[in-house]
Structures are given as C-alpha cells and as structure tokens.
C-alpha cells in the first residue's frame, strides 16, 4: 500500500518536510506572534521605557532646580521677603521708591 497522499507531498519542497524544521518554524512563529512576551510587546515595552527614562532625568533637573532654589531662599530669604513681599521687622518702616521711565 502505498500513501495516497505521496504526490502531493513531492510538491513539497524537501527542507519543508523536515519535521523538525517545521516544530523549529512552528515554534519561531509562535514566540514572535502569539506568545504573552511577543514582539510587539517587547517593542512596546521598550518604548514604554524610553519614556520614562526620559521623564526621570527630567524630574530629576527640576529637583536639583528646586534645591538651587531653595538654598537660594535659605541665603536670601530675608532680601526676597523684603522686596517682594514688602515685609518689616517690627518698629521698622519700609519705603518703597519706584523710578519712573
């Protein structure tokens, strides 16, 4: 007996017909589309991460921005009070002179 399928199967060209190169095939496609860590998730992850690598050196400049500024205020606080604010120690009288254009 002989398969009725032989002439359809010597269509076939021969690597195809390795059956382990059809699991190794198999297997290849289903990691790259199927699987829970595929490609595109992997690609999209990655972006994902790329991103927020980007935002963390951002805050972290708006951090040490916020620290200059506040070391600022430590060694100033008394002028920018005074200037900005209009503040006084008490029993002391504030002038404000403004000059015209």
């Given at each position: ?16 017909r ?6 190794l095939?198999f ?5 790259l ?5 595929d ?7 990655q972006?994902?991460?790329n ?45 404000i002179?403004?000059?015209k254009?």
């Amino acid at each position: 007996m002989s398969n009725p399928l032989q002439p359809l199967l010597e269509l076939i060209p021969k690597p195809f017909r390795n059956r382990y190169l059809l699991v190794l095939l198999f297997f290849g496609i289903w990691m790259l589309v199927f699987d829970k860590h595929d490609l595109i998730t992997q690609w999209r992850l990655q972006r994902t991460l790329n991103k927020l690598e980007q935002e963390k050196t951002f805050y972290t400049e708006e951090i040490k921005e916020a620290e200059r500024a506040r070391l600022n205020l430590d060694r100033k606080g008394e002028e920018i009070a005074r200037e900005r604010y209009f503040m006084s120690k008490p029993g002391e009288d504030v002038y404000i002179i403004e000059e015209k254009e």
